[in-house]
């Protein structure tokens, strides 16, 4: 089997596929960072390299996420591309003619907009996480409620409350004074999820023309509650895309598809990286009054990346030392 990696480095997860060269979907695995971006990759590729079929062949290695650079010196990714390029190619894929995605994940949330297949503006959150993957965990774990039964009590909900969702903090207060007032569970479930929604629409979404079909996506797109309130507040239909929860990686493997169809043989170093040593440390430069902090990758002892420095200084070395090579 040939095929193409999808990798996705986010702050709360990390998500790698494997696509077969006609696009299709053959494995997913999600996984918790945990602040260890490398070693979280490297467990991915152990248990991906162990359920593929021997023989598999890697053609190309995309990677994206805030961990995008990192990872891609790491593994040796033929595409690094952010977040947008990744979800916007992904969906576009997978639900064709799409023109507006919504897009929540652990710790940020984004809004894509397209027309004609092309991404014409977007918006991501950029002050406070009210209404992201780890608050909803938050507040699960508060009312002693599994996650995944959160979207279904608020189904339940006979009369939603109001709660400010503006700011986590006070969310929170608004729901204990509602839990003290006597207001049901779900009522206060389904409350929180239509003021989760309202803060997106009037802050990441604000001034976006939003038109259908809608696709919602991340991993918050697994609470049926959220996509009820998101189909109250636009009035359409909210489509949840298979892989939902994984859609930066398979935007990720589609683009190294086509950066090897472009430039050649992929980079992918292979499933052995997942047991090589890799050092991550930092040091400042005091060549001048900026005193750059010059982040320093080493693989198996030997530098393979710096970056950090503004003149270039310490990262060209490393580039000039790839070409002599």
């Not at 960072?33 to 070693?39: E, K, M, N, S, Y």
């Amino acid at each position: 089997m040939n095929g193409y990696l999808g990798v996705d480095v986010g702050s709360v997860s990390t998500n790698i596929v494997f696509m077969d060269e006609g696009g299709v979907v053959f494995e997913a695995i999600y996984l918790r960072t945990l602040g260890q971006p490398i070693a979280t990759v490297q467990k991915g590729l152990r248990e991906l390299g162990g359920r593929l079929p021997a023989g598999t062949k890697i053609k190309g290695v995309g990677a994206t996420g805030s961990g995008r650079n990192l990872i891609g010196v790491i593994i040796g990714a033929d595409a690094v591309k952010n977040e947008i390029t990744s979800h916007a190619v992904a969906t576009s894929q997978v639900v064709p003619g799409v023109q507006t995605i919504l897009e929540i994940g652990g710790q940020d949330s984004k809004i894509i907009i397209l027309r004609n297949g092309v991404v014409s503006d977007f918006a991501m959150n950029t002050v406070c996480a009210a209404g992201t993957g780890s608050f909803l965990d938050q507040q699960a774990a508060r009312l002693n409620i599994s996650i995944e039964e959160f979207g279904e009590i608020a189904l339940r909900a006979a009369s939603p409350v109001r709660i400010a969702g503006r700011c986590a903090v006070f969310a929170e207060s608004d729901m204990i004074h509602k839990q003290q007032m006597g207001c049901s569970l779900a009522d206060i479930l389904a409350g929180l999820c239509e003021a989760l929604v309202r803060n997106y629409l009037n802050n990441v979404g604000k001034g976006k023309e939003i038109l259908a079909p809608v696709v919602f996506q991340g991993g918050v797109a697994a609470n049926v509650g959220m996509i009820r309130a998101f189909e109250k507040e636009l009035g359409l239909p909210v489509k949840v895309p298979p892989y939902f929860n994984v859609m930066g990686a398979v935007g990720a493997a589609l683009l190294s598809r086509e950066a090897v169809a472009r430039k050649g043989p992929s980079c992918f170093k292979g499933f052995r990286v997942s047991e090589m040593d890799f050092r991550t440390g930092s040091f400042e430069c005091s060549g001048c009054s900026n005193l750059c902090e010059v982040i320093e990758i080493k693989e198996e002892g030997d530098t393979i990346a710096r970056w950090g420095d503004r003149c270039g200084k310490w990262s060209s070395v490393v580039r000039r030392e790839e070409k002599i090579s």
